[in-house]
């Protein structure tokens, strides 16, 4: 028997491909009579698009056909679909506006898709799509989601008058109203949750094959979920059976969420290829990348927490205007509702929240799900009020938190959630420890003496994660399931393959979930490995989003081990002469309770593929088993950050000090994937925070269209992590576990927000914290 | 990339006599070949300066540091020549870009381009360096029009750069957050000599092209400390303003950037 593997720092399997250039990502896919696309995009934010002349396109050098969206039209091909319905507050269902592949009539945004040219090359197709010539009618735009209401703003959709998706609520607003009118104090806060553009690091890219032998499709596609691109784009958009088309997303770098959706460039090669009869592939370009990905965040929000003398949180109130782009992208919907306000609760046991959220159109890139989605922008709200109230109520921000954390599970908020456990005090008592909150009023008094500016700030997050429970997704507008499906296929010489509906795209899935069934079954880890990202493969998957993966996708997995080892089992006692009943199995060996017999689980393989020896009358051959897994709740992942910051008054930079991140994520499989994964998303956190903002200018150009102006961190903008974790086992899974992915980019921007204003000595001041706003609001201190 | 024919001439003669019409130089590539990536640049042709010998190289006589134009930033930046006789035209060059920048980027490119970001025209506009070139010899003070715009004449070609050896200079350059060119960069050169020119100050990234700040010359000219130039207000006026900076912020940071430069300068 091997040493336990649950919790071992295990180096990443999949590295050794990765780091030699072997791995396959989408790109890399070049099949027989390969053609390529190249799309033609709109330059207007909004205008009316009257005639289209493809003829000086179609004639240039090896161009094989070119569509636009009259073909789409003809074809009969719908729209992208969007998810998840949500219901308004007058019980009827959000505004969905139609989102054609290719534009129909109208473009909505700077880089929405006018036609796609298919070539013998792709330089070809570029110079082909140079030549479409599209006349516009260029209409005004408007591009900011807390305008897009107002009298005489430009109308993008006829079914969503005032470009009003819904206007959505959660809570009790008569309760809410009169805990305020009878609080001691209220604390209130305007701001902006900033827009962010994705930027994973390998861009978007699709090659679509139709084969004429079988009238089947494949698409290779950079997905997260492979089987959820194919349903939504067979049974929504295409009109195909689901047995007809194959998708393949081997290996993809990075997603943060902006590969989850079907995208218009999925369709169109799809489609394409068997009009050429040829397989078409299309790879965005990092321009391309920062203007049709779908975009995260972009809030603006008005947030009130009122509180009684000694601190106590009476009630929360919370307006939002959500900007969801020009189109309902394919999750935008629950990302503002559903994935935001049921988290305004946080640690607290604020006892009646009321939040309203308004989702508008805008001329801009749709928005949907980013790293986080909904949670972050929850977090900011919670924290950067708690912190405020903390300041003017002059209480301690670690002490107001601790007078109000929740310290009984299970733990019913007042906004739909139902928290099964965790320990707020315990990772704020580590957070403080670590990040040596007590040594820090010399450390200011250090830096006063160089003139520097120095502040620490808090964040104690939570989030929900392992979505989702299907039954309570549907109740809440899900329009599909959220469980998840494993195979764990024993070979005859007793290695295994494993199926996962889950799919990685850097989070290292090959190695933890190798860890997890290598343990379980007691071999080397070596003996193990992970399947993901193809739907010929795989039995179904609803694929990795909302740090899902090992607590739904685990699960599964671990359920199909259950079906095996208990197999295994019968085998084991037939092998052994034993009553099943007496049969014990710990770790890969099957032994008779109160004898020295034992049987290895390889010897028991062998035997259920070489059944000589065999209990034919009761089981059939073969040890191979799936299961499908949906979870009993949503999981609680949750933590302290501490943030502490140096700030340059003459010039307005902002260095981060230390940044320490204590987080619960339950039990941990593989400690060292899990740093890594707290110290990718604290540094997307502290990108939202301190340099990137997307922005548009008044017609809807975007203006931070390449890293010449749109600034994600780099190395140096942040510090060595420190880091660590509390666990509190969850208790409705089998692993105890959490999730981890997300939680970095839920906790950093408020952590570090609070400990920039603390530092300048203002309530407030606008993400990102770029050396121009810092300096500024400065300035406007001084001149106040 | 649109198509291009693409030269490899042996002599700067054979360069200049195909650069013409919609011909473009190639030195190290760093603006030219990403714009024509993005397709807003197709040169119907492309003359590669990179194999023509004695163009570039370093050399020094303790008085003046001589500079051949396809000489690459590391090289600057590495040479020991450089090093000692212009500390900081040295820790200029290891500050442009990144590595992959520095390893391809030139100062001929750097200074035919004139990018209003970049930083060595604030090394040649502080250092009053010559510009020679297959046509004659420029003044540094003549050379810098406007945005990349220079005295450059249609098939001039940029062959080297002297740069007279100050008695104490600095360059502290401000990042743009985002793209990390100088949002504003200063270079203060001392020569030492008292009187006019003895002190330069060149900013670059505040402005549309590199300038000199004739008022913390003068300052520094009659003492060389930080606080000659530290209440030294700059006019806004002219100034570049984006997304990352304001004109007003940028004016502000000429000040804080020019007497951190004289700071450095003196350690």
């Not at chain 1, 071992?8 to 009579?33: C, H, M, N």
Request: hydrophobic share 40%; glycine share 8%; net charge neutral.
């Amino acid at each position: 028997m091997n040493a336990p593997l649950i919790g071992a720092r295990i180096e990443r399997k999949e590295d050794y491909r990765f780091l030699t250039g072997a791995g396959q990502y989408t790109d890399d896919v070049e099949l027989p009579r390969q053609s390529y696309a190249a799309f033609v995009r709109s330059p207007h934010a909004h205008a009316v698009i009257k005639k289209i002349s493809i003829e000086k396109a179609k004639a240039s050098s090896g161009v094989l056909a070119i569509y636009t969206g009259e073909d789409f039209a003809a074809a009969k091909l719908g729209g992208l679909p969007c998810g998840w319905l949500i219901t308004d507050v007058n019980g009827q269902p959000m505004k969905e506006p139609p989102h054609p592949c290719l534009a129909q009539g109208k473009v909505r945004y700077v880089g929405d898709h006018v036609a796609i040219v298919v070539a013998e090359t792709s330089e070809q197709a570029r110079d082909a799509a140079e030549l479409v010539a599209v006349d516009y009618e260029v209409l005004p735009a408007v591009v900011d989601g807390s305008k897009a209401r107002a009298k005489g703003a430009p109308q993008l959709h006829d079914i969503a008058p005032d470009n009003t998706c819904y206007v959505w609520a959660i809570g009790d607003k008569a309760a809410c109203d009169a805990a305020f009118a009878k609080a001691a104090h209220v604390t209130k806060l305007d701001f902006i949750n900033n827009r962010l553009i994705p930027n994973a690091i390998e861009p978007r890219s699709a090659n679509g094959s139709y084969s004429r032998a079988d009238d089947s499709y494949t698409l290779y596609v950079a997905s997260q979920n492979p089987h959820v691109e194919r349903l939504l784009m067979t049974a929504f958009v295409m009109g195909l059976p689901e047995h007809k088309v194959r998708v393949v997303s081997r290996d993809v770098g990075g997603g943060f969420g902006s590969k989850i959706y079907l995208y218009a460039e999925d369709v169109a090669v799809t489609w394409a290829s068997k009009q050429v009869n040829r397989p078409v592939k299309w790879t965005s370009d990092r321009s391309e990348a920062f203007l049709s990905d779908a975009h995260g965040r972009d809030h603006h929000t008005v947030a009130e927490l009122a509180l009684d003398k000694d601190g106590k949180f009476l009630a929360m109130r919370v307006k939002t205007t959500a900007n969801v782009g020009a189109y309902l992208s394919t999750f935008a919907s629950c990302v503002p509702t559903i994935l935001y306000a049921t988290l305004l609760a946080g640690q607290y046991k604020t006892p009646v929240i009321h939040c309203e959220v308004t989702a508008v159109f805008t001329n801009t890139t749709p928005v949907d799900a980013y790293r986080g989605a909904g949670r972050p922008e929850a977090t900011y709200v919670v924290e950067r009020l708690v912190e405020t109230a903390a300041r003017e109520l002059k209480l301690d921000p670690a002490e107001i938190r601790r007078r109000n954390f929740i310290t009984e599970f299970p733990y019913q908020t007042p906004v739909a959630l139902l928290y099964d456990i965790g320990d707020y005090n315990a990772t704020m008592d580590a957070a403080q420890k670590l990040a040596d909150v007590a040594g820090f009023s010399k450390r200011k008094e250090e830096s006063a003496k160089k003139g520097k500016l120095r502040g620490l700030g808090y964040a104690a997050y939570i989030e929900a994660c392992g979505i989702a429970p299907s039954a309570v997704a549907g109740a809440l507008g899900a329009r599909a399931g959220l469980f998840e499906a494993g195979e764990v296929r024993v070979h005859p010489t007793g290695s295994v393959t494993v199926f996962t509906g889950s799919h990685s795209h850097g989070q290292g899935h090959e190695t933890t979930f190798a860890q997890v069934v290598a343990d379980r079954l007691g071999m080397p880890i070596e003996n193990v490995d992970i399947v993901h990202g193809d739907t010929s493969k795989i039995l179904f998957g609803m694929g990795t989003y909302g740090s899902r993966s090992i607590a739904v996708g685990g699960t599964a997995i671990v359920k199909a081990l259950d079906k095996v080892i208990a197999k295994g089992k019968k085998i084991a006692a037939h092998l052994m002469e034993a009553a099943e009943t007496d049969v014990e199995y710990d770790r890969g060996v099957y032994t008779v309770k109160g004898t020295d017999k034992k049987k290895m689980f390889g010897e028991v393989a062998f035997a259920a593929y070489v059944p000589h020896n065999y209990p034919h009358d009761k089981l059939e051959p073969g040890l191979n088993e799936n299961a499908f897994y949906d979870p009993l709740n949503f999981t609680f992942p949750a933590g302290t950050y501490v943030c502490e910051v140096e700030v340059d008054p003459e010039t307005g930079v902002v260095k981060i000090e230390k940044f320490t991140a204590v987080d619960d994520f339950g039990k941990i499989i593989n400690p060292m994937i899990v740093e890594g994964q707290v110290h990718g998303g604290l540094t997307q956190g502290i990108g939202q925070a301190l340099t990137e903002g997307c922005q548009y200018d008044a017609t809807g150009q975007l203006l931070t269209g390449s890293f010449m102006d749109y600034s994600i961190p780099r190395a140096t903008d942040v510090p060595f992590y420190q880091v660590d974790t509390r666990e509190t086992p969850c208790t409705h899974n089998p692993l105890g576990v959490k999730g981890c992915g997300e939680a970095g980019a839920i906790g950093a921007p408020a952590a570090l927000m609070n400990a920039i204003t603390d530092a300048l000595g203002v309530k407030d001041m606008p993400m990102p914290a770029t050396p121009q706003t810092v300096w500024q609001t400065l300035k406007n201190k001084k001149a106040a | 990339m649109h198509a291009f024919k693409y030269h490899r001439p042996s002599s700067v003669n054979d360069a200049a006599a195909l650069a013409k019409g919609e011909a473009k130089l190639l030195a190290g590539g760093q603006t030219l070949v990403q714009t024509m990536k993005l397709r807003l640049a197709s040169p119907s042709d492309i003359i590669d300066l990179g194999t023509i010998k004695d163009l570039a190289g370093i050399k020094s006589d303790g008085k003046t540091v001589t500079i051949g134009a396809m000489t690459r930033h590391a090289d600057v930046a590495h040479s020991a020549d450089v090093k000692k006789a212009i500390p900081a035209l040295a820790a200029l060059a290891g500050m442009i870009g990144d590595r992959q920048v520095r390893t391809m980027g030139t100062l001929g490119g750097s200074l035919a381009n004139n990018d209003p970001a970049a930083d060595y025209p604030a090394a040649v506009l502080a250092l009053n360096a010559t510009i020679t070139t297959n046509k004659g010899k420029h003044e540094a003070d003549k050379f810098f029009k406007g945005m990349f715009e220079t005295a450059l004449k249609p098939g001039e070609i940029i062959t080297s750069i002297a740069f007279p050896v100050p008695k104490r200079a600095a360059y502290t350059k401000f990042k743009n957050p985002a793209s990390r060119f100088a949002m504003v960069g200063v270079f203060v050169a001392d020569f030492g000599t008292g009187g006019k020119d003895a002190v330069r100050v060149a900013v670059t990234g505040a402005g549309p092209v590199v300038f000199r700040q004739a008022e913390m010359e003068k300052a520094l000219a009659a003492k060389f400390a930080p606080e000659s130039v530290a209440n030294i207000k700059v006019k806004q006026d002219g100034l570049n303003t984006d997304l990352h900076a304001s004109a007003e912020y940028r004016a502000h940071l000429v000040t804080v950037m020019a007497k951190r430069a004289v700071e450095a300068a003196l350690k």
